[in-house]
């Protein structure tokens, strides 16, 4: 972008506000030169000072206004590059948000100027040296060929790694990066937020040499983060590993795309604008001429269906190269039983802790969600029209689903079999561990919630401590399903597999389906085997079976086809708007509006409307929240009209905030 005309006078220039069109302004003489494409500047607006972005520079003056001055220019380099531009232009029109909002994301505040060297790993080794590197098995070898040669070709192919934990995917990784590096070429790895952990970074450092690999993760500060963004711009870190927003670092001469894990819910960023890192880095594989290589245990359901479909190139990887044996799962039926531990994992545990080997207790729950369930014959109510559970809400005290709209009161009796043992559910973790003491007695119970832990990280310093046999069993949410590897964890015992089931989302069985397989995947890594038990009120869920059968593809199958009966992605696409207010009865108010907008036929463009709705979390920090559902097939424009059409009907209401989401993985 260098070249700057000497007569440039003015810059056309993104402000993070949410008016989708660019300002412009005045360069003073000083900064000539100094205010280039990609720069960041700081600019008067109204009263108030703010960070821009200079998209365009220009000698002609437009007609008639009276322009404002730059004030001073943040960066002596730009970091925005011409490639991240493309991206920030790409997400603008994909996501419909100002290039502003965009470019924020991008390049979050703080990143400024230069900061303290990071780079350098001081974790390889705390952990034990890898074996050499193993030949690759012919699955891999067939994976690796493929990758290879897009890399050389420079084709912006996608990739599919399909394999259980252990299967061998991060090795491939390994080695499609060796070639990328022999051949001058930097890469960019994607992980889940909660992957960034020390033993799995180690690998590539270990692997590559710290001085190569760079690691972003949430610890780092602002500055911290700039010198990595150089580093890479400047070809001198040619690994990148991060989260969700690395796939914003503008590595030098990027040859591969990898993203382990890439059904995790981290990747997409709920705040705007609301962009999925797996879309982000397939439009830069498209725009750079690079190969993204995708890795999953689980993969997502849209991956999965686009690599049956053709799109996107699927490979298997079907054994586990360094031996251990698939878990044995055991489905327990809790259907009329009293308490929250079966005989089955009582036992289990006993005999676990007796045999001093470890155990992790997965509470399968999520956010607040209660809903009534017959404890005699595990029936649950569903609502007629969208085949989700009825979520319980005391404001009213009613039953509501939370795409449509229906409600009734609870029932006091079962309609099934007739009981009157209607149990609310949504059990606490620290319950579950005050009977487990007195359950087991002498186990050494270590509990992660988010009690326990502080901060993102805070899990780390617990999953070490279990790590060190400190404790016998671990015990959690979510947070015990993922990472770590214990050779000696020989159980897992999974309560409430259900409740996840339950979750009034068309997305409840794939999550279940994943959380249940990557909290299976924590044991039978070592030589003794391990055993799974799951306790569920409904063992007749199809789900189990593919559970039990370690069968993911069985599993897509049947649910993909469940999506296309009931027009839920990837058969269809969404888009969620979500209006909220101080006043309930404003919030629904104003979505019934944004409603009635969307139903003018020329504006739907084929796609059909949900709601208006109160969400599923109703009440956010005093505003009361409602969505309405879109189901597209939309095209670019389609989803801007949509949002115009919402901001008119809205211009004027005071006190009334609109988001929308497209592609959204949370519908709450
Ligand atoms: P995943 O990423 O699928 O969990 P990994 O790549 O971590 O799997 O491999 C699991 C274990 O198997 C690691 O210890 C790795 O070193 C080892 N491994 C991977 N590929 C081979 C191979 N071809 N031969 C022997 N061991 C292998
Ligand atoms: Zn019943
Ligand atoms: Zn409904």
């Not at 309560?495 to 249940?516: I, K, Q, S």
Request: one cysteine or more.
């Amino acid at each position: 972008m260098g070249e700057i005309a000497e007569d440039t006078l003015f810059a056309d220039i993104a402000l993070p506000i949410p008016v989708d069109r660019l300002f412009t302004y005045r360069i003073p003489d000083e900064a000539k030169g100094a205010v280039k494409v990609g720069s960041r500047v700081a600019v008067p607006f109204g009263k108030r000072k703010m960070t821009g972005y200079v998209i365009s520079l220009g000698s002609e003056p437009p007609e008639g206004l009276d322009l404002k001055t730059i004030v001073s220019v943040l960066d002596e380099e730009p970091l925005l590059t011409p490639a991240l531009l493309k991206l920030a232009s790409w997400m603008s029109r994909y996501y419909v948000q100002p290039a502003g909002i965009v470019l924020r994301a991008i390049l979050p505040a703080g990143i400024r100027g230069k900061g303290r060297s990071v780079i350098r790993g001081d974790v390889a080794d705390r952990f034990p040296a890898e074996p050499q590197r193993p030949p690759l098995n012919h699955d891999q070898r067939a994976v690796f060929d493929a990758v290879a040669a897009a890399v050389v070709e420079g084709s912006p192919r996608t990739f599919l790694l399909y394999g259980v934990t252990g299967s061998g995917k991060t090795e491939v990784y390994l080695r499609c990066i060796e070639e990328v590096l022999a051949a001058g070429g930097s890469a960019l790895v994607l992980v889940p937020e909660i992957a960034l952990i020390p033993q799995s970074t180690a690998r590539f450092q270990r692997r590559f040499g710290g001085d190569d690999v760079a690691v972003l993760h949430s610890r780092l500060s602002g500055p911290q983060r700039a010198t990595i963004w150089r580093k890479a711009a400047a070809g001198d870190a040619r690994v990148v590993i991060g989260p969700r927003s690395a796939v914003f670092v503008p590595l030098k001469n990027l040859r591969i795309i990898v993203i382990d894990e890439e059904q995790d819910p981290s990747f997409k960023q709920e705040e705007k604008p609301h962009y999925s890192a797996v879309e982000a880095a397939a439009f830069r594989s498209r725009s750079e001429g690079v190969p993204l290589l995708l890795g999953s245990a689980t993969p997502s359901l849209e991956s999965w269906s686009e690599a049956t479909e053709g799109g996107i190139t699927l490979f298997t990887l079907s054994e586990r190269p360094a031996g251990g044996r698939m878990p044995a799962v055991e489905i327990v039926d809790m259907r009329g039983r009293d308490g929250i531990f079966s005989d089955e994992l009582l036992r289990a545990m006993e005999k676990t802790l007796r045999d001093g080997e470890q155990g992790i207790i997965l509470i399968n729950r999520r956010g607040h969600a209660f809903y009534v369930q017959c404890g005699g014959c595990g029936w649950i109510d569903r609502c007629p029209n969208c085949s989700i559970s009825l979520t319980y809400h005391s404001r009213g005290h009613r039953l509501l689903c939370h795409y449509c709209g229906h409600h009734r009161p609870p029932p006091d009796r079962c309609p099934r079999c007739g009981g009157y043992r209607i149990l609310q559910k949504g059990a606490g973790t620290q319950r579950v561990e005050m009977e487990l003491q007195n359950l087991v007695p002498g186990a050494k119970i270590l509990r992660m919630d988010l009690d326990t832990t502080t901060g993102k990280t805070g899990h780390l310093g617990l999953l070490e401590k279990f790590g060190r046999k400190e404790a016998d069993f671990l015990l959690g949410t979510q947070m015990v399903a993922k990472g770590h590897h214990y050779p000696d964890v020989t159980l897992v015992g999974i309560l409430a597999a259900d409740e996840g089931l339950n979750f009034p989302d068309f997305r409840a069985a794939e999550r279940t389906f994943h959380l249940l397989s990557q909290a299976a995947g924590r044991t039978g890594r070592g030589m003794r085997g391990g055993r799974v038990i799951i306790q569920a009120f409904a063992p007749g869920h199809f789900i189990y079976d593919h559970i039990s059968g370690h069968d993911f593809p069985g599993f897509a199958a049947v649910e993909l086809a469940l999506r296309k009966q009931l027009g839920y992605p990837p058969a269809v696409r969404l888009m969620l708007f979500t209006v909220s207010s101080l006043s309930a009865a404003a919030a629904e108010k104003a979505a019934q509006a944004v409603y009635e907008a969307f139903e003018r036929e020329e504006l739907r463009d084929g796609a059909s409307l949900l709601g208006p709705v109160a969400a599923l979390v109703e009440k956010i920090k005093g505003r009361y929240r409602f969505h309405v559902l879109v189901k597209g097939p939309f095209s670019g424009e389609s989803k801007k009209k949509l949002v115009q059409a919402a901001e008119e009907v809205l211009a004027g209401t005071k006190g009334i905030d609109l988001q929308w989401d497209v592609d959204p993985v949370n519908l709450f």
